[in-house]
Protein backbone atom coordinates (compact mmCIF):
# COMPACT_ATOMS: atom_id res chain seq x y z
CA UNK A 1 0.00 0.00 0.00
CA UNK A 2 1.37 3.30 -0.90
CA UNK A 3 0.09 5.92 1.20
CA UNK A 4 2.49 8.59 1.29
CA UNK A 5 1.61 12.06 3.34
CA UNK A 6 0.37 14.86 1.00
CA UNK A 7 1.93 18.33 1.06
CA UNK A 8 0.10 21.39 1.58
CA UNK A 9 0.69 25.08 2.24
CA UNK A 10 -1.38 27.22 4.55
CA UNK A 11 -3.12 30.37 3.66
CA UNK A 12 -5.28 32.33 5.40
CA UNK A 13 -8.46 31.31 4.51
CA UNK A 14 -7.30 27.32 3.72
CA UNK A 15 -4.66 24.94 2.96
CA UNK A 16 -4.23 24.55 -0.97
CA UNK A 17 -2.68 20.79 -1.91
CA UNK A 18 0.04 20.18 -4.33
CA UNK A 19 -0.86 17.93 -6.75
CA UNK A 20 0.89 16.87 -10.21
CA UNK A 21 -0.93 19.48 -12.41
CA UNK A 22 -0.15 22.91 -11.54
CA UNK A 23 -3.48 24.11 -13.41
CA UNK A 24 -5.84 22.29 -11.12
CA UNK A 25 -6.61 23.71 -7.37
CA UNK A 26 -7.52 21.63 -4.13
CA UNK A 27 -7.80 22.11 -1.03
CA UNK A 28 -9.95 22.62 2.11
CA UNK A 29 -11.29 25.52 4.06
CA UNK A 30 -10.20 26.28 7.64
CA UNK A 31 -12.01 26.50 10.76
CA UNK A 32 -12.91 30.58 10.94
CA UNK A 33 -15.43 33.04 10.89
CA UNK A 34 -16.49 31.69 7.61
CA UNK A 35 -18.96 28.85 6.88
CA UNK A 36 -19.58 26.97 3.76
CA UNK A 37 -22.38 24.90 3.98
CA UNK A 38 -26.03 25.47 2.95
CA UNK A 39 -27.74 22.58 4.51
CA UNK A 40 -26.38 23.13 8.14
CA UNK A 41 -28.22 26.55 8.09
CA UNK A 42 -31.12 27.62 9.09
CA UNK A 43 -31.79 30.90 8.08
CA UNK A 44 -31.73 33.57 6.07
CA UNK A 45 -29.05 35.38 7.70
CA UNK A 46 -26.60 32.14 7.84
CA UNK A 47 -27.61 31.62 4.10
CA UNK A 48 -26.20 34.65 3.42
CA UNK A 49 -23.03 34.18 5.18
CA UNK A 50 -22.30 31.13 3.52
CA UNK A 51 -23.02 32.48 -0.10
CA UNK A 52 -20.45 35.72 0.98
CA UNK A 53 -17.76 32.87 1.73
CA UNK A 54 -18.26 30.57 -1.33
CA UNK A 55 -17.97 34.49 -3.14
CA UNK A 56 -15.15 34.97 -1.29
CA UNK A 57 -13.21 31.50 -1.84
CA UNK A 58 -13.86 31.61 -5.43
CA UNK A 59 -12.46 34.97 -5.87
CA UNK A 60 -9.14 34.09 -3.64
CA UNK A 61 -8.80 31.25 -5.98
CA UNK A 62 -9.57 32.80 -9.04
CA UNK A 63 -12.70 31.00 -10.33
CA UNK A 64 -16.06 31.69 -11.59
CA UNK A 65 -18.25 28.56 -10.47
CA UNK A 66 -19.15 26.48 -7.30
CA UNK A 67 -20.55 23.32 -7.09
CA UNK A 68 -21.48 21.41 -4.12
CA UNK A 69 -24.45 19.00 -3.01
CA UNK A 70 -26.44 18.33 -0.21
CA UNK A 71 -24.55 15.08 1.22
CA UNK A 72 -26.79 12.18 2.42
CA UNK A 73 -23.92 9.93 3.01
CA UNK A 74 -25.35 8.28 0.27
CA UNK A 75 -23.31 6.81 -3.05
CA UNK A 76 -25.03 9.29 -5.79
CA UNK A 77 -22.44 10.64 -7.70
CA UNK A 78 -23.50 13.38 -10.47
CA UNK A 79 -21.52 14.14 -13.58
CA UNK A 80 -21.12 18.07 -14.36
CA UNK A 81 -21.50 19.24 -17.73
CA UNK A 82 -22.12 22.28 -19.35
CA UNK A 83 -25.41 21.60 -20.10
CA UNK A 84 -26.69 20.84 -16.40
CA UNK A 85 -24.04 22.94 -14.47
CA UNK A 86 -26.69 26.10 -13.80
CA UNK A 87 -28.94 23.48 -12.45
CA UNK A 88 -26.54 22.68 -9.69
CA UNK A 89 -25.27 26.44 -9.25
CA UNK A 90 -28.88 27.62 -8.76
CA UNK A 91 -29.62 24.50 -6.34
CA UNK A 92 -27.16 24.27 -3.98
CA UNK A 93 -29.84 21.13 -2.24
CA UNK A 94 -29.61 18.27 -5.16
CA UNK A 95 -28.92 15.07 -3.27
CA UNK A 96 -25.38 13.47 -3.86
CA UNK A 97 -22.29 12.74 -1.76
CA UNK A 98 -19.60 12.56 -4.98
CA UNK A 99 -19.21 14.63 -8.14
CA UNK A 100 -16.93 14.61 -11.06
CA UNK A 101 -16.25 17.35 -13.77
CA UNK A 102 -14.41 17.82 -16.99
CA UNK A 103 -15.36 21.50 -17.16
CA UNK A 104 -12.53 24.12 -16.36
CA UNK A 105 -13.17 27.24 -14.07
CA UNK A 106 -15.28 25.30 -11.75
CA UNK A 107 -14.48 24.10 -7.90
CA UNK A 108 -16.55 21.47 -7.16
CA UNK A 109 -16.85 20.81 -2.78
CA UNK A 110 -17.89 18.66 -0.88
CA UNK A 111 -18.67 19.72 3.34
CA UNK A 112 -16.81 17.72 6.05
CA UNK A 113 -16.26 17.76 9.54
CA UNK A 114 -14.92 14.13 10.55
CA UNK A 115 -15.98 11.98 7.28
CA UNK A 116 -13.35 11.23 4.47
CA UNK A 117 -13.21 13.98 1.79
CA UNK A 118 -11.93 12.19 -1.69
CA UNK A 119 -9.86 14.14 -4.26
CA UNK A 120 -9.67 12.51 -7.93
CA UNK A 121 -7.37 14.00 -10.06
CA UNK A 122 -6.16 12.73 -13.79
CA UNK A 123 -3.08 13.51 -14.59
CA UNK A 124 -3.55 12.99 -18.27
CA UNK A 125 -6.64 15.37 -19.43
CA UNK A 126 -8.95 17.53 -17.62
CA UNK A 127 -11.19 15.32 -15.22
CA UNK A 128 -11.66 15.93 -11.37
CA UNK A 129 -13.88 14.44 -8.88
CA UNK A 130 -14.43 14.69 -5.05
CA UNK A 131 -16.14 12.46 -2.77
CA UNK A 132 -17.61 12.80 0.52
CA UNK A 133 -17.11 9.27 2.93
CA UNK A 134 -17.79 8.70 6.18
CA UNK A 135 -18.27 5.21 7.26
CA UNK A 136 -21.48 4.88 5.58
CA UNK A 137 -20.49 6.32 2.00
CA UNK A 138 -17.16 3.95 2.15
CA UNK A 139 -19.60 1.39 3.30
CA UNK A 140 -21.56 2.00 0.24
CA UNK A 141 -18.17 1.80 -1.93
CA UNK A 142 -18.35 5.49 -2.93
CA UNK A 143 -14.78 5.73 -4.08
CA UNK A 144 -15.01 2.91 -5.87
CA UNK A 145 -18.09 4.14 -7.63
CA UNK A 146 -16.47 7.19 -8.62
CA UNK A 147 -13.16 5.25 -9.72
CA UNK A 148 -16.24 3.14 -12.06
CA UNK A 149 -17.32 6.84 -13.39
CA UNK A 150 -13.93 7.92 -14.37
CA UNK A 151 -13.19 4.86 -16.31
CA UNK A 152 -16.43 6.08 -18.62
CA UNK A 153 -14.74 9.22 -19.06
CA UNK A 154 -12.24 7.60 -20.14
CA UNK A 155 -9.36 8.15 -17.14
CA UNK A 156 -7.68 4.98 -16.36
CA UNK A 157 -6.96 3.96 -12.61
CA UNK A 158 -2.89 4.40 -12.89
CA UNK A 159 -3.76 7.97 -14.37
CA UNK A 160 -5.40 8.89 -11.44
CA UNK A 161 -3.98 10.81 -8.45
CA UNK A 162 -6.11 11.13 -5.29
CA UNK A 163 -5.53 12.78 -2.42
CA UNK A 164 -7.13 11.75 0.68
CA UNK A 165 -7.85 15.11 2.63
CA UNK A 166 -8.25 15.87 6.45
CA UNK A 167 -10.50 14.24 8.68
CA UNK A 168 -11.33 12.00 12.00
CA UNK A 169 -8.26 9.89 11.84
CA UNK A 170 -7.23 5.98 13.33
CA UNK A 171 -5.75 8.35 16.21
CA UNK A 172 -9.27 9.22 17.61
CA UNK A 173 -11.29 7.70 15.33
CA UNK A 174 -13.43 5.48 18.34
CA UNK A 175 -16.25 3.61 17.00
CA UNK A 176 -18.55 0.94 18.30
CA UNK A 177 -18.64 -2.80 17.68
CA UNK A 178 -21.06 -3.25 15.33
CA UNK A 179 -18.86 -1.67 13.34
CA UNK A 180 -16.45 -4.59 13.20
CA UNK A 181 -19.09 -6.35 11.09
CA UNK A 182 -18.93 -4.26 8.26
CA UNK A 183 -15.62 -3.97 7.49
CA UNK A 184 -12.20 -6.32 7.62
CA UNK A 185 -10.51 -6.59 11.09
CA UNK A 186 -7.19 -5.36 9.71
CA UNK A 187 -8.71 -1.61 9.70
CA UNK A 188 -9.25 -1.46 13.23
CA UNK A 189 -7.45 -0.80 15.88
CA UNK A 190 -7.97 -1.33 20.12
CA UNK A 191 -6.57 0.71 22.49
CA UNK A 192 -7.51 0.79 26.29
CA UNK A 193 -10.86 -1.10 25.61
CA UNK A 194 -11.76 1.30 23.09
CA UNK A 195 -11.72 0.49 19.30
CA UNK A 196 -10.82 2.59 16.25
CA UNK A 197 -11.48 2.98 12.61
CA UNK A 198 -8.67 3.35 10.17
CA UNK A 199 -11.54 4.98 7.05
CA UNK A 200 -8.89 6.27 5.10
CA UNK A 201 -7.00 2.87 5.25
CA UNK A 202 -9.81 1.17 3.43
CA UNK A 203 -10.67 4.08 1.11
CA UNK A 204 -6.79 3.60 -0.38
CA UNK A 205 -6.67 0.12 -0.09
CA UNK A 206 -9.57 -0.39 -2.18
CA UNK A 207 -8.73 2.36 -4.72
CA UNK A 208 -5.15 0.64 -5.02
CA UNK A 209 -6.63 -2.85 -5.66
CA UNK A 210 -8.19 -1.14 -8.62
CA UNK A 211 -5.04 -0.37 -9.88
CA UNK A 212 -4.59 3.49 -8.22
CA UNK A 213 -1.00 3.83 -7.58
CA UNK A 214 -0.83 7.16 -6.53
CA UNK A 215 -2.56 7.83 -3.40
CA UNK A 216 -1.56 10.40 -0.29
CA UNK A 217 -3.37 11.54 2.85
CA UNK A 218 -3.19 15.10 4.70
CA UNK A 219 -1.59 14.36 7.76
CA UNK A 220 -4.33 16.15 9.70
CA UNK A 221 -6.66 14.74 11.84
CA UNK A 222 -10.21 16.95 12.39
CA UNK A 223 -11.07 15.70 15.65
CA UNK A 224 -6.79 16.36 17.00
CA UNK A 225 -6.31 19.53 15.09
CA UNK A 226 -8.84 21.18 16.37
CA UNK A 227 -8.02 24.92 16.41
CA UNK A 228 -7.65 24.07 12.11
CA UNK A 229 -10.78 21.94 11.33
CA UNK A 230 -14.65 21.33 12.39
CA UNK A 231 -15.05 18.02 14.11
CA UNK A 232 -18.83 17.01 14.46
CA UNK A 233 -17.34 14.72 17.36
CA UNK A 234 -16.27 17.49 19.04
CA UNK A 235 -19.88 19.15 19.42
CA UNK A 236 -19.43 21.44 16.22
CA UNK A 237 -22.94 19.92 14.60
CA UNK A 238 -22.98 22.87 11.86
CA UNK A 239 -19.58 24.16 11.33
CA UNK A 240 -18.41 22.62 8.33
CA UNK A 241 -14.45 22.26 5.94
CA UNK A 242 -15.31 22.77 2.11
CA UNK A 243 -12.62 20.63 0.07
CA UNK A 244 -12.34 21.74 -3.42
CA UNK A 245 -11.04 20.84 -6.63
CA UNK A 246 -11.40 22.63 -9.83
CA UNK A 247 -9.37 23.28 -13.28
CA UNK A 248 -8.20 26.71 -13.66
CA UNK A 249 -9.43 28.23 -16.70
ZN1 LIG B 1 -7.01 12.22 15.73
Redesign the pocket.
Known amino acids: MNLYPAEFIETKLFLKYKTRRPDIFCGITKKGSLSYSFHTTTTEEEREKVKNSRALLLEKLGFNNLVTLKQTHSDIIKLITKENIFDYISNPYIVGDGLITKLKDVLIGVSTADCVPVIFISKTHNAIGIAHAGWRGINCKIHLKMLEEFKKLPTKPEDLEIIIGPH ?2 V ?3 EVGRELMEIFPEKYFSLKDNKIFLNLEAIVAEDLSEKGVKNISSINL ?1 S ?2 NNDLLYSYRRGEERGRNLSFVGIQA
Open positions: NRCSYCFC
